[in-house]
């Protein structure tokens, strides 16, 4: 029993003559009656009555009918779904992402994505890159954002594209004698109580400390631990110490607290956007479609691993 069969019938039904029916089929009248009778050969029953007055289900013709309905319309609904899924307008995307991320890109990102695919399930973890980095390489995460590329075993096997570029500032209570100042040298930081990132989660952070500030210096061995940006500032606006971060935390100003460059710049890793290609799905595809419109200068990179968008994932 295919499909075709279930139209016939219930295209039989609505016309009550077997002419009438294949013309709206678009068929001959011979074929349409043969297909009838084999379909009533394989259900074991007569489904349709044929009288002068027309040609009319029976009992067991209209029990058989209902189910068609319902069996065309399941069949119309799974090619309908099939299509969404292959345009990444539904389905799942596990996304990993550190903490300053959700400052920049991550909310115009995710408000476009949601906006333009509402039907696709968002899984997000909020990850160190040690993390993320892990997860991603076990297939635990479809997408990750973190800071630096992506290290350790399996990293090798991963697309990674710069998404963003930082330097490090410090953020002080605006009580503090730093407050005001444009500017505070490594020299003063080695003498202030500060608050960083936990070197075990970001560890291509205190790299870039440890060679500022001296690799032994007692400022860093001594430093409050603060696992994301937003905790970073907090603890700096309570007086706790100098916080230092990434200066995409200037995007988050907070009431008594001040912002100043450290000098000399110092660049941290660059925010970075990696997946495994292998492993791209149509959701994904679309999500880095979202990433191409929204981050402008990582469309090339994108389209350097990918090719260019195609026309029907841009629609």
Same mark, same amino acid.
């Given at each position: 029993?295919?499909?075709?069969?279930?139209?016939? #019938?219930? #295209?039989?039904?609505?016309?009550?003559?077997?002419?009438? %029916?294949?013309?709206?089929?678009?068929?001959? /009248?011979?074929?349409?009656?043969? /297909?009838?009778?084999?379909?009533? +050969?394989?259900?074991?029953?007569?489904?349709?009555?044929?009288?002068?007055?027309?040609?009319?289900?029976?009992?067991?013709?209209?029990?058989?009918?209902?189910?068609?309905?319902?069996?065309?319309?399941?069949?119309?609904?799974?090619?309908?779904?099939?299509?969404?899924?292959? +345009?990444?307008?539904?389905?799942?995307?596990?996304?990993?992402?550190?903490?300053?991320?959700?400052?920049?890109?991550?909310?115009?990102?995710?408000?476009?994505?949601?906006?333009?695919?509402?039907?696709?399930?968002?899984?997000?973890?909020?990850?160190? $890159?040690?993390?993320?980095?892990?997860?991603?390489?076990?297939?635990?995460?479809?997408?990750?954002?973190?800071?630096?590329?992506?290290?350790?075993?399996?990293?090798?096997?991963?697309?990674?594209?710069?998404?963003?570029?930082?330097?490090?500032?410090?953020?002080?209570?605006? $009580?503090?004698?730093? %407050?005001?100042? &444009? $500017?505070?040298?490594?020299? /003063?930081?080695?003498? /202030?109580?500060?608050?960083? %990132?936990?070197?075990?989660?970001?560890?291509?952070?205190?790299?870039?400390?440890?060679?500022?500030?001296?690799?032994?210096?007692?400022?860093?061995?001594?430093?409050?631990?603060?696992?994301?940006?937003?905790?970073?500032?907090?603890?700096? %606006?309570?007086?706790?110490?100098?916080?230092?971060?990434?200066?995409?935390?200037?995007?988050?100003?907070?009431?008594?607290?001040?912002?100043?460059?450290?000098? &000399? +710049?110092?660049?941290? &890793?660059?925010?970075?956007?990696?997946?495994?290609?292998?492993?791209?799905?149509?959701?994904?595809?679309?999500?880095?479609? $979202?990433?191409?419109?929204?981050?402008?200068?990582?469309?090339?990179?994108?389209?350097?691993?990918?090719?260019?968008?195609?026309?029907?994932?841009?629609?």
């Amino acid at each position: 029993m295919e499909a075709r069969h279930l139209r016939y #019938a219930l #295209a039989l039904a609505e016309h009550a003559h077997f002419g009438r %029916a294949a013309g709206a089929l678009g068929i001959a /009248q011979p074929p349409l009656s043969k /297909q009838i009778a084999d379909l009533e +050969r394989e259900v074991g029953a007569r489904l349709f009555s044929r009288t002068r007055q027309g040609v009319f289900p029976t009992a067991a013709g209209a029990a058989f009918l209902s189910r068609a309905r319902r069996a065309l319309d399941e069949i119309t609904a799974a090619s309908v779904d099939a299509a969404r899924a292959a +345009r990444g307008e539904t389905g799942r995307l596990r996304l990993g992402f550190i903490a300053s991320a959700l400052l920049e890109p991550l909310p115009d990102v995710l408000g476009r994505f949601g906006r333009e695919r509402p039907d696709v399930r968002l899984e997000l973890h909020e990850m160190a $890159t040690s993390r993320s980095t892990a997860a991603l390489v076990a297939g635990e995460l479809d997408v990750a954002i973190t800071l630096g590329r992506p290290r350790g075993a399996g990293a090798e096997r991963l697309v990674s594209v710069p998404i963003g570029h930082d330097h490090l500032v410090a953020v002080v209570n605006s $009580t503090h004698p730093y %407050a005001g100042q &444009p $500017t505070v040298s490594a020299d /003063q930081l080695r003498h /202030q109580p500060l608050i960083v %990132a936990p070197g075990e989660d970001e560890p291509t952070v205190i790299t870039g400390l440890h060679t500022l500030l001296g690799k032994d210096s007692p400022a860093l061995s001594g430093a409050t631990v603060a696992r994301d940006i937003h905790t970073i500032i907090g603890l700096a %606006a309570c007086g706790v110490g100098v916080g230092l971060g990434p200066s995409r935390m200037l995007s988050a100003p907070r009431r008594g607290t001040w912002f100043c460059e450290v000098t &000399p +710049r110092t660049p941290l &890793p660059d925010l970075v956007l990696s997946f495994a290609a292998r492993d791209r799905s149509p959701v994904l595809n679309a999500f880095l479609d $979202t990433i191409r419109n929204n981050c402008p200068d990582v469309g090339a990179a994108l389209d350097h691993w990918l090719g260019p968008p195609s026309p029907q994932r841009l629609t």
